[in-house]
């Protein structure tokens, strides 16, 4: 196999570069068709493998280290979970001038949710709180339980990790957003106080892009790279991606939470929604567009 080198910059990943490492590390997929997913995630370029498979290679190094997460611990969470989750089927090696590991997973048909086609739906609400219960609920325990929280890779920062960046994104987005409310929803945030429960699991990157339908109703949930252990409020996202003002409070109702809770989520919210728009907007109208919404409803509420 050819052996890649790392560098500073971002690798250039098109559909020979993965025809070439699936072929070299897994020739029985060898044969089938491979085709790009557009749009892809920010983290990956996504290939569709047959019928059956997808391709995941991260566009970064942050990235790094998602695949190896997932292919560890997405099939002991999927039989506990309601909705589809792509279980990683292998886990590819560097090659042909790529640096990092790469995922091959079961591919899950779906189209991607929006607030137009699901938002107004209290049932879909009430199905994603359902979603994250059923998460949350199956607790770290026993030696496996001890694995997980000895694993870095899921250790989670804490929302006042995000402050400086945050506080930066709010002043250089003053023009176009009301800083002045976004000030007050984030000092909330850092304010309200702390879960004391053990720590759970948290999808960790929960809004509409990673949230596949099918016939109008939530199917699979995709993209475990941001898979952690800790608080999670950081999951609360989803309420401000893709629900309305009406199924939001469905939603809060059906996950039970808290007041405390709640005022964590729009913080994560804000932070993570005005983080996309800085380094996504200006080059993406689609992102400029769902990143607005979701800051506009954290400010909402």
């Given at each position: 196999m050819a052996q890649a080198t790392t560098g500073g910059t971002r690798p250039a990943i098109g559909a020979a570069l993965a025809r070439r490492l699936v072929d070299d590390q897994f020739p029985r997929w060898s044969g089938l068709p491979l085709a790009p997913v557009e749009p892809g995630g920010s983290d990956h370029v996504i290939f569709r493998l047959g019928g059956e498979l997808s391709v995941r290679l991260p566009r970064h190094e942050e990235a790094v280290g998602q695949a190896a997460k997932e292919y560890t611990w997405l099939p002991r969470l999927a039989p506990h979970l309601p909705l589809a989750v792509p279980?990683?089927?292998?886990?590819?090696?560097?090659?042909?001038?790529?640096?990092?590991?790469?995922?091959?997973?079961r591919w899950l048909d779906g189209d991607t949710a929006t607030p137009d086609g699901i938002g107004e739906s209290a049932a879909a609400a009430e199905t994603l709180a359902g979603f994250l219960t059923a998460l949350q609920r199956f607790a770290p325990a026993g030696p496996e339980g001890a694995e997980a929280l000895r694993d870095p890779a899921l250790t989670a920062e804490p929302l006042a990790a995000l402050d400086g960046a945050t506080r930066a994104a709010i002043a250089a987005t003053g023009g176009v957003f009301d800083a002045a409310a976004m000030?007050?929803?984030?000092?909330?945030?850092?304010?309200?106080?702390?879960?004391?429960?053990?720590?759970?699991?948290?999808?960790?990157?929960?809004?509409?892009?990673?949230?596949?339908t099918r016939g109008g109703r939530p199917s699979a949930v995709i993209d475990f790279g941001s898979l952690g252990l800790g608080d999670p409020a950081r999951d609360l996202m989803m309420a401000f991606t893709?629900?309305?003002?009406?199924?939001?409070?469905?939603?809060?109702?059906?996950?039970?939470?808290?007041?405390?809770?709640?005022?964590?989520?729009?913080?994560?919210?804000?932070?993570?929604g005005l983080n996309a728009y800085r380094h996504y907007a200006a080059v993406n109208p689609r992102v400029a567009a769902q990143t607005s919404r979701q800051i506009a409803a954290a400010i909402a509420g």
């Open positions: 279980v990683p089927v292998a886990v590819g090696e560097p090659g042909f001038g790529y640096p990092w590991p790469w995922a091959v997973s000030t007050a929803v984030w000092d909330a945030a850092l304010a309200a106080p702390a879960r004391q429960s053990p720590p759970v699991w948290f999808h960790g990157d929960f809004h509409t892009g990673n949230l596949l893709l629900l309305s003002p009406r199924t939001r409070p469905v939603f809060r109702a059906a996950l039970g939470a808290d007041e405390a809770m709640w005022t964590r989520g729009r913080g994560w919210a804000l932070a993570t």
